[in-house]
């Protein structure tokens, strides 16, 4: 996985608030590991802040930011995208092609960093940088560079290569979508749509 940014302050409020806890809890820890209140250096007990913000963060970046009590105070914007994804994309490389290509896009989530892998039967392409923008009209809207790399029955016309996806993330009826575009770089030039649907369970847009 790989770190991604997100146009929201929520990061530096979160991390101001973790480490006054930890300061907190390592004194709340030293009065009862001294009960006769000899005097010492709590800060630098065992266990310290440091650990004890250490450990909260990673708690809070894998699981705690998902809670729904924090999404719903508007707290955490960033939406959960993880899971597995299924639908279909449309590439000008297969001009001419009856049907939409069946694609799936598994996404590995965490506050701060971001995997993605979609797949078809001839290539696949994994994320190599992330960005969240929090657009409050259209949806969150999830851009990433790829490096794709062709299948053992790709045609060999089809090389390795970069590029760019664009992706919103929508409400339609009872599930939620991923849908928009995504071009690619010099030497295969090419560029399409992508359309997938949530397989599991749903992300809350905001």
Known sequence: ??????????????????????????????????????????????????????????????????????????????????GLWEGKLESSFYEGAEHPIPATLRINQTWTRIGVLLETSTSSGRNMTGAIILDELRGPEFTYEFQGDPGALAPDTMHAHRGTARLFLEAEDSDYILA???????DRRTLGTLRFRKAAQKPKPR
């Open 1 to 82: 996985m790989h770190p991604y940014s997100i146009d929201s302050n929520e990061r530096e409020r979160t991390v101001a608030v973790l480490a006054i806890l930890a300061v907190l809890l390592t004194w709340l820890f030293s009065l009862d590991a001294n009960p006769v209140h000899i005097p010492s250096y709590w800060w630098v007990s065992a266990p310290s802040a440091m650990s004890i913000f250490g450990g909260l963060y990673t708690l809070f970046d894998k699981r705690l930011w998902k809670w729904s009590l924090l999404q719903k105070t508007g707290w955490i914007k960033t939406p959960d995208l993880s």
């Open 180 to 186: 928009g575009e995504y071009y690619t770089g010099r």
